[in-house]
Every structure is written in structure tokens, then in C-alpha cells.
């Protein structure tokens, strides 16, 4: 049996499909444009790689697409099948175990089958990447963390090493360890130069450390670390574009948004998060956007009953809100209250905290900050396992701030925003400093 580029056993037999794959790996560790084409051609020559076809089936759960369930569901048929006639590795048969687990509901069974083949080949910088991904949806910050940290040691050496620094950064910053993470992520970038991924663990860093020049420099002067990527390069820009928000330069921020973060106008909720959430950056320092909320809300309302990730659906709810579209919003609030009735990991987020944030994203954009603060503070505690990262999910912490203050809720409010300030190490950026002066001069006293 052949060993790919994780030094892990791989049912191929082509030395040239084995190239494609590893490939397709790269591609998928650096965030490229290329890892569909490479896994195609796998696919095509070897129909009977099952892992190849559990491969595609769970990118395509990634992806957080209704649509993309039946894709997933038929490579899952297919790679059992193929398992059957060809046995496969044990590898290959927890990939696909793996598969089988998301689409029943349980993407923890997935997580599940990816750790258990990293016991055994803790090199396999592929199965550890996806767990990370998978994780990362599930809002598991503490599991990322434990399960790189697992694997680091083996990695040292290794062709990939420099991804694994990248993903183990990530992980430090979502877990407030700052400076380690901006040091793993360096030395990733330095020993995998188009580590998109680690760069971005870095900007991370610098925005909840309130280091916006240190970010924007990072980003500008490693280009090459993530001009490659695929829809991931917008998130970048969109890193960007936070940074010169803290800089007060919201001119900037609406150029970044019109020339490259909807550069391509897709409903892919990755590509909808990032413009959704900077508009309403926007809007929350007093910026008129203009008419840019309603191409977002046209997507928006074909997605209504998507109901695939809390964390997709609430930004599409911003954009229907936003935008005024009532019809759209009764739409996703019913089809919330009959999801968080569904048994399951996914619909226990709909049911918490996804129910009262979905309901305080409705009341702010009515102007009701009142019930906005209500069940926006009511949801907070459990934000984090609507998946994505502290940074994304800050959009609707400031939202929750704002709401209170625009309620009068002073002292709630400011025990939210010293909340956050703990959060970001004691860094204050714009966001903070500026809602503090909105308090201390409702208090008629100098802010501290």
C-alpha cells in the first residue's frame, strides 16, 4: 500500500493519482483554489477510492449548503459501496465513518473518527486539519487546541509541519494565549510561505489585541501567503477591513468592501458573513451604506430555510433585517421554533442560544433595543457554539452592546463591554473606548 504526503497509508495505486492527491491536499491545507480539481482527478482515476469520495462528501458538508446534502449523501453511498468491494484501510474506513456520522446528525462522530485515526498516524496532517475544520463549526475552541497540540511533536520535520503551526495559532488566539499564537503563526508562515490559515490566525491576534497597524502590515507584506486562496482571500480582506475600522478609517473599510469582500456576489455563507457583519460594523459607527444591504438580502431570502449552521443563518438574518424583509424574517423565525423542536447537535443550537439571538437580531433591526438587549444577553453565554471565531461572532456582541445603550441600560451594558475588554487581554480598541465615552457621558462623568 502507498503512503501519501501525511505519511499515512492511501489505497492508490497510481503514482500519478497519488500526486493529484497530495495535491489535493496541499490545496486544501493552504486554502486553494486548486483542491476540487486535484480530488477530481483522483476520483476519475480511481472510482473506487472510497476515501477520495469521503473526502468529497464531507467538503461538501463544509460548505453549509441545503443543497450540498444530497452531493454528500451520494458520495457517502457511493464510498460505502466502494468499501465493500475493496476493503480499504482502516483509515480509509473511518473517513467514511466519519462521513456517514455528519450526515446522520452527529458531526462530533465525525470528530470522533478523525481523532481515532490520528492515534495511529498522528503524521496525518489531513485527518488532523479536517477535525480542526469540523470543530471550528461546532464552536470547540478547547478541542482545536487539545487536538493539534496532540499531534504537534510528530509533526516536527514534516512536509506540512508549517500548516499544523498554523491551525495550532488559531487555536491559541481563540483560547486568549496571544502571544503564543502570533509566534506559532510566524514560524508556520515561515516554514509554509502560503499558509493562509496561520496568517490569518496572526490577524486575529492583532484585532483582539487592538493592534490594527500590526495587522494591516502583516496582511499587506504577505500577499502570498493567501493571493492563492479561494472565496478564503475575501476573508482576509474582511480581516483587513476591521483593522482599518479600528482605525477610524471607514472610508477605507467601504472601498475593501466593494472592491474585493463582494467582489464575487455569492450567497456561500462564508462570502455572506464577512459582508453582512462589516455592514453592520458600519452602520453601528453611524455609516450610510447606501443600497448595499439589498443584494445581500435577495440572497438571503432563498436561504430562509437552509437551516444547515445557526452561525450562516444568522447573517443571513442581518441582511433580511436590515433590508426590511418581513415576509423573510417570519419565514426563518418559524422555521427556527420547529428546528429547535428536532432532536440532534445541530437543532440543540437552533433551540440555544440560536432561538433568542435570532429574535434579538429581529427586535434591533425594529428598533426594539429593549428586547434586542433582552435576548441578545440572553443568548451570549452560548454563542461560541454556533461555530466560527471570536472575532466573527463580535458583530453581534456589539449589537448587543449598542442595544443596551440605545435601552439605557448603562450598567449592563458596561459590565458587557469591560466583558469583552477581559476577553481581549485588557486591549481596548475604537469599539470600546467609544461605547465607554457614550456611558460615562450619560453618567455625566469623565469615562475611565
Not at 82 to 98: F, K, N, P
Not at 208 to 229: F, K
Not at 303 to 327: K, N, W
Not at 403 to 416: I, P, Q, S, Y
Request: charged share 25%; glycine share 10%; hydrophobic share 45%.
Amino acid at each position: 500500500m502507498m503512503h501519501d504526503i501525511c505519511q499515512s497509508p492511501v489505497s492508490l495505486e497510481d503514482p500519478a493519482l497519488l500526486e493529484e492527491w497530495n495535491g489535493m491536499i496541499r490545496a486544501f491545507l493552504a486554502h486553494g483554489t486548486a483542491t476540487p480539481t486535484h480530488l477530481g482527478a483522483v476520483l476519475t482515476g480511481a472510482p473506487q477510492f472510497a476515501m477520495g469520495h469521503a473526502a468529497k462528501g464531507l467538503f461538501s458538508l463544509m460548505m453549509g449548503r441545503k443543497e450540498l446534502n444530497a452531493v454528500a449523501r451520494e458520495a457517502g453511498q457511493t464510498a460505502v459501496s466502494a468499501l465493500a468491494a475493496s476493503g480499504g484501510s482502516a483509515r480509509e474506513r473511518l473517513w467514511v465513518r466519519a462521513l456517514g456520522e455528519w450526515l446522520d446528525g452527529r458531526p462530533s462522530g465525525a470528530i470522533a473518527a478523525m481523532e481515532r485515526i490520528l492515534v495511529d498516524h498522528p503524521t496525518d496532517t489531513l485527518s488532523a486539519k479536517v477535525s480542526h475544520a469540523i470543530r471550528f463549526i461546532l464552536g470547540d475552541g478547547v478541542g482545536m487546541r487539545s487536538s493539534i497540540e496532540n499531534v504537534l511533536d510528530a509533526h516536527k520535520g514534516h512536509d506540512l509541519e508549517g500548516y499544523v503551526h498554523g491551525c495550532h495559532a488559531f487555536t491559541l488566539e481563540e483560547t486568549g494565549e496571544y502571544d503564543a499564537a502570533e509566534a506559532a503563526g510566524l514560524k508556520g508562515l515561515q516554514l509554509a510561505g502560503d499558509d493562509a490559515w496561520g496568517l490569518h490566525a496572526v490577524a486575529h491576534v492583532y484585532d483582539m489585541t487592538a493592534r490594527p497597524d500590526h495587522g494591516i502590515a502583516l496582511i499587506e507584506n504577505n500577499c502570498s501567503a493567501w493571493d492563492h486562496c479561494n472565496n478564503f482571500r475575501y476573508h482576509v480582506w474582511w480581516h483587513k477591513a476591521l483593522l482599518h475600522l479600528d482605525r477610524g478609517e471607514n472610508d477605507i473599510v467601504l472601498a475593501i468592501y466593494d472592491e474585493q469582500v463582494r467582489a464575487d456576489k455569492t450567497d456561500d455563507y462564508r462570502d455572506m458573513a464577512n459582508a453582512t457583519s462589516l455592514l453592520m460594523r458600519l452602520e453601528l459607527e453611524g455609516v450610510n451604506v447606501g443600497r448595499r444591504w439589498d443584494e445581500l438580502a435577495d440572497f438571503a431570502e432563498n436561504r430562509t430555510d437552509d437551516g444547515c449552521l445557526v452561525f450562516a443563518d444568522l447573517h443571513y438574518m442581518l441582511a433580511l433585517g436590515a433590508a426590511g424583509r418581513s415576509d423573510a424574517k417570519d419565514a426563518m423565525t418559524l422555521r427556527f421554533a420547529q428546528d429547535a423542536m428536532r432532536n440532534g447537535e445541530m437543532p440543540a443550537r437552533v433551540a440555544n442560544p440560536g432561538k433568542a439571538a435570532l429574535a434579538g437580531l429581529n427586535a434591533f433591526s425594529e428598533g426594539r433595543y429593549d428586547l434586542a438587549f433582552q435576548n441578545l444577553a440572553a443568548a451570549r453565554p452560548t454563542m461560541q457554539t454556533i461555530g466560527g471565531s471570536h472575532a466573527q461572532r463580535d458583530v453581534f456582541e456589539r449589537m448587543t452592546i449598542d442595544a443596551g445603550l440605545r435601552a439605557g441600560m448603562v450598567d449592563a451594558t458596561e459590565a458587557l463591554i469591560e466583558e469583552r475588554i477581559a476577553r481581549r487581554a485588557g486591549a481596548m480598541d475604537r469599539f470600546s473606548t467609544t461605547r465607554l465615552a457614550s456611558i460615562g457621558d450619560a453618567r455625566r462623568i469623565p469615562a475611565q
